[in-house]
DNA sequence: CTACGTGCAAAGGTTTTGCAACATT
DNA sequence: AATGTTGCAAAACCTTTGCACGTAG
């Protein structure tokens, strides 16, 4: 396979290095432009997809319209501002104990869950 | 104001007779026209669009990519089924002992949260 | 006449795909 | 030569809006 891929590794390394979270495809588009001089949408879109598809990353949706992605790594929460749209994690799963007792009350084997808290970040909540 | 409004008066009528849960604009579309002979998706889209605005109905964004709309009620969350998409109810809101915890955690004032398990549902677990 | 609901068409935003060009093995 | 990455363009999908028509008050 040909080594130089420049947008996939740029891609690849903004994930691994962890400095940010919760990345949208806009964002992860605007650094690798800053990075590499100039890059495409469709390219950054396609490097995304393969990591997915690895499972180097996971899909999030926080039901802003757009898809983020964030490196794979032990299960968390996420919270949203609702006034600047700033995402946070929250360090825990707070559902651990809720899977059996949604099972037992839907029927549903349970797998997965997503959780998205909303509300507001201290910025937001000290300017209202 | 005007008394005949078919279409929004069949989206009223399909949220309030809770038939149903969750439902996307296509299946209202969908079913709003075999009802009513015709209807146009905007005006669908339209009439959604106010209810939500008026307090009926609660936008909600299961991750499928579209929205789905319910009638407002108590706090629930939802699972959905990870094969056929089918969406149920979770009868209980599984975390109001956790918006504490998250908000010492993160800092954020914590006003909502929106929950989506993912699992399989009876009929799917069944023919797996 | 005025107000409003509707249908039709089109725009807007995000996601996805087809295809040709290009570089590396 | 063969494979895989990228850029460019366009399609696909859902959401949203502009506008004209028709109807009830």
């Excluded at 396609?46 to 180097?56: F, I, N, P, Y």
């Excluded at 949203?80 to 749209?85: L, M, N, Q």
């Excluded at 007792?101 to 998205?116: A, C, I, K, P």
Aim: contains cysteine; aromatic residues 6%.
């Amino acid at each position: 396979m040909p080594r130089p891929s420049p947008v996939t590794d740029e891609v690849r390394r903004l994930f691994e290095i962890q400095e940010r979270h919760a990345w949208s495809i806009d964002e992860l588009h605007d650094t690798v432009r800053s990075s590499l001089g100039s890059a495409d949408y469709s390219s950054v879109f396609r490097a995304v997809s393969m990591l997915e598809k690895q499972g180097l990353i996971d899909r999030i949706d926080l039901g802003e319209g757009h898809a983020r992605f964030e490196l794979r790594d032990d299960h968390h929460e996420h919270i949203r501002c609702d006034s600047c749209g700033r995402v946070a994690e929250v360090p825990v799963c707070v559902l651990d104990d809720a899977a059996a007792q949604v099972q037992s009350l839907t029927g549903y084997r349970v797998l997965s869950h997503q959780v998205v808290f909303g509300g507001l970040c201290r910025e937001c909540a000290a300017r209202a």
